[in-house]
């Protein structure tokens, strides 16, 4: 079974702080993604990755930056967070030219 | 052109009745559409998919109608029941690349025993 893997369920943050949020997968995947899901708003890319050290911006970018160093490690940085990026945060991968999207089980951050 | 519509936000439906989650798109390109189920503390996860060279695709209670002329899709579950409930997300995409999937705005279907 595939496997993706978030560092946090829940954050608390302060306005301004950096924040890190770390997704691992383990089939081997190519292809990573980071959605934000609000209420109502449905799922939206912020950013997604094709390859090691590859990257490309989602609908929502602004505010966000990634990380892609290792295959199985796909890395979300907010530089400087704000209370609007308050949401819960999915990552997901998919690779080897199937079309499912494996979600991991979201960081809830909140930030103060 | 790349959004796709959900409706209803929110659904109530008695136990052993008919759920019904409409979707509809723009960009003609798009040429997979899944649904994901969604259940609380928990990522979503692929239900069922269909591509637009047919019309219906039916797994067990689940079964998804598709309408190509008037760029809409629907979820169908027969027999709903309290299990079922949970957040429906639909999508759409182009097969090629990193597969962007573009997501509808999601429905939470409560299924009432």
């Not at chain 1, 954050?11 to 383990?26: I, M, Y």
């Not at chain 1, 934000?36 to 939206?44: E, I, K």
């Not at chain 2, 998919?49 to 027969?78: C, Y």
Request: proline share 4%; with cysteine; net charge positive.
């Amino acid at each position: 079974d595939v496997k993706v893997t978030q560092s946090s369920r829940y954050l608390v943050k302060r306005t301004g702080e950096k924040v890190f949020l770390e997704c691992v997968q383990d089939m081997d995947h190519e292809n990573m993604f980071w959605y934000r899901q609000d209420p109502g708003l449905g799922l939206r890319l912020i950013y997604f990755s094709y390859d090691v050290k590859m990257k490309e911006k989602g609908d929502i970018p602004e505010g966000y930056s990634v990380s892609r160093e290792k295959k199985e490690r796909f890395s979300l940085i907010l530089e400087s967070a704000s209370t609007n990026q308050t949401s819960m945060y999915l990552c997901a991968s998919t690779g080897g030219g199937e079309e499912t999207q494996y979600f991991g089980p979201g960081t809830r951050l909140l930030v103060l | 052109q790349q959004q796709v519509k959900q409706s209803p936000q929110s659904l109530i439906v008695q136990k052993g009745g008919i759920s019904i989650i409409n979707c509809a798109y723009e960009n003609t390109a798009f040429d997979y559409f899944p649904w994901y189920q969604q259940f609380p503390g928990k990522g979503p996860a692929l239900l069922i998919a269909i591509r637009p060279d047919v019309s219906e695709k039916k797994e067990g209670r689940f079964t998804i109608s598709f309408n190509k002329s008037a760029k809409q899709f629907s979820l169908h579950i027969m027999d709903s029941q309290p299990g079922d409930s949970a957040t429906y997300f639909c999508a759409a995409t182009q097969f090629q690349g990193a597969q962007k999937l573009v997501f509808g705005q999601g429905t939470r279907l409560t299924i009432n025993p």
